[in-house]
């Protein structure tokens, strides 16, 4: 069931050790196929050079093993509840990378402090807080994906505007329209953490990129403003500056 899938789910979680995102087995990446309401991500604690497509874990939308013969994540619960409320994404990476996890230590945004991270990310990526310890006993992962959600609902940000997101004391997910594009968010994401850390070390100035540099780089990446939608008079206004 669902090969092609568990091959390319497979293939992006072999570029987190290639691009430097995890340490020991500390990073998963998954992949859905919505129309099958399921999702592939890889089996919990394998070390990545001896996990092999076969050992991929197929899973529900409830969140159940449907095939497989090892322990999927011990994220996979946050996967579940991030494809059930977050419709538009297609693969979902999670990450220990430090410059990432050192933020989320320290239970701060990541600031839009260049065009690295504005290319990507519409606006500061965003930092979930801390788990209550009525969270906690009701299921940690679990409510790591609700925490996450009902945060980007306060905030009323588009998860495809900001495909990532840090969890407090525990570190970024990101999401993409694939699997690979998910991995490719999480290595932008922790060379921006890396970027706004020593930037911010640096000077006590505000260095926030403008906001028309955020717009201009979103309509850039998706042909209308974040604002506007396309037939709005302004979009053509800002599509004039382009
Ligand atoms: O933070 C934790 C565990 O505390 C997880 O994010 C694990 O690091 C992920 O490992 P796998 O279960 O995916 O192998």
Redesign the pocket.
């Known amino acids: 069931m669902l090969e092609d899938l568990k091959q390319e789910v497979y293939e992006a979680n072999m570029q987190l050790p290639k691009l430097d995102l995890v340490t020991?087995?500390?990073?998963?990446v998954s992949g859905i196929d919505r129309e099958k309401g399921l999702f592939v991500?890889?089996?919990?604690?394998?070390a990545y050079e001896d996990m092999q497509p076969s050992d991929m874990v197929v899973v529900n939308l409830k969140g159940e093993v449907v095939e497989g013969d090892m322990?999927?994540?011990?994220?996979?619960p946050t996967h579940t509840y991030l494809y059930n409320h977050f419709k538009t994404i297609g693969g979902i990476t999670?990450?220990?990378s430090p410059w990432a996890v050192s933020f989320a230590a320290a239970k701060l945004d990541i600031p839009a402090v260049s065009t690295t991270h504005a290319d990507t990310f519409f606006g500061d990526v965003p930092c979930a807080p801390a788990l209550t310890d009525e969270q906690i006993k009701e299921g940690y992962?679990l409510n790591t994906g609700k925490v996450i959600v009902d945060e980007f609902d306060k905030r009323h940000l588009d998860p495809d505007a900001v495909p990532a997101v840090l969890v407090s004391q525990?570190?970024p997910f990101s999401w993409g329209p694939t699997p690979d594009k998910s991995v490719y968010n999480a290595k932008v994401l922790e060379v921006s953490a890396e970027i706004a850390y020593h930037g911010l070390q640096m000077t006590r100035d505000e260095i926030h990129v403008p906001q028309y540099l955020l717009d201009k780089h979103y309509y850039r990446k998706h042909g209308k403003n974040a604002y506007y939608g396309q037939d709005n008079a302004k979009s053509k206004d800002h599509a004039a500056h382009e």
């Open positions: 020991f087995t500390w990073g998963n991500i890889k089996p919990s604690g394998v322990n999927p994540s011990s994220d996979t999670h990450t220990h992962e525990h570190g």
